[in-house]
């Protein structure tokens, strides 16, 4: 007579599997697409199933125990054999191809960044991304859905709020920064963007921190946001840059952003036409990016 496996649930050794090769609930809640609090909770299931603990938890990270580093190498293995054997079948399915248009910095910082765990997770989709600053026409083709950053007008498409920008000061922690009125003695890092209207600058930054007297005419200029980011995380003096676009920066402590204010800016949306974004493919796709936005 033949027995069934026992096996854990499958999702469970998924999220493990994820958690372990990352040593980060964070980062495999983004591959498998789903948040962190799931990934725990998969991971607590198999715990409890096993009677095992699997990892020690510490305040930012996680490490394996000794039950887990004997697991993890062997679900590793099973998992990529069979992904192999799952990728020699692809050449009989026609892959369905999805064009993400975003601007550049959204593009470089949020979707690069996971596209790597978006075709691991997603391999019958050939994800395309259009970074530009410009409005492409997505009722004549051009991308399937947009990332826009504004409150529209989005007409005849249908949007949908992806998460609210934010700004705020940024700098290398080599800098020792604390205090509003260290400020006066840092070289000031200013990014010109096309639209200055959706992002504030350090005038707007010193009006709402109260400091009138902080010289804001000087300091190091670029045209490109992420060479003025770059130009922080080397230390070469303070910016007022996108919290959600620096974020990773910030979790790794290359950056740091050392006290307020911090400003809202506006919404970022999900935005298509009406028949693609009713589409299997395009919700597909939304429901990773709302897990980036989401972060």
């Known amino acids: 007579m033949l027995h069934p496996r026992k096996l854990p649930p499958l999702p469970a050794l998924r999220a493990f599997e994820a958690a372990a090769r990352h040593l980060s609930f964070r980062m495999a809640a983004e591959e498998l697409a789903v948040t962190p609090t799931a990934i725990s909770h998969q991971v607590r299931l198999l ?5 095992l603990t699997l990892f020690e938890r510490h305040v ?10 004997h697991l993890y190498p062997v679900l590793r293995d099973g998992l990529d054999s069979f992904s192999r054997a799952i990728t020699e079948l692809y050449p009989q399915i026609q892959r369905r191809a999805v064009t993400v248009t975003a601007t550049t910095l959204f593009t470089a910082r949020r979707l690069i960044p996971a596209l790597g765990a978006f075709q691991k997770a997603w391999p019958q989709y050939e994800l395309r991304l259009h970074a530009t600053d410009e409005a492409v026409d997505l009722r004549g083709g051009a991308a399937d859905i947009a990332v826009r950053y504004g409150g529209g007008p989005f007409q005849d498409l249908v949007a949908e709020a992806l998460c609210r920008e934010r700004f705020g000061l940024v700098c290398s922690p080599s800098l020792a920064l604390s205090r509003p009125d260290q400020l006066a003695a840092m070289t000031l890092i200013h990014s010109e963007w096309q639209r200055r209207d959706m992002q504030p600058g350090w005038d707007r930054w010193r009006s709402i ?7 804001t005419t000087s300091g190091l200029r670029f045209t490109d946001e992420s060479h003025a980011i770059q130009a922080a995380i080397a230390g070469n003096g303070v910016a007022i840059a996108s919290l959600v676009l620096v974020e990773e920066e910030l979790a790794r402590g290359v950056l740091v ?20 974004m009713a589409s299997e493919d395009v919700q597909a796709v939304c429901g990773w990016l709302k897990v980036i936005g989401s972060r």
């Open 47 to 51: 715990e409890e199933t096993l009677g």
């Open 209 to 215: 921190a109260n400091l009138p007297s902080l010289d």
């Open 257 to 276: 952003h050392p006290f307020g204010p911090v400003i809202e800016g506006h919404e970022y949306h999900l935005v298509a036409t009406p028949e693609n």
């Open 60 to 69: 930012r990270r996680v490490s394996l125990t000794r039950a887990g580093t």
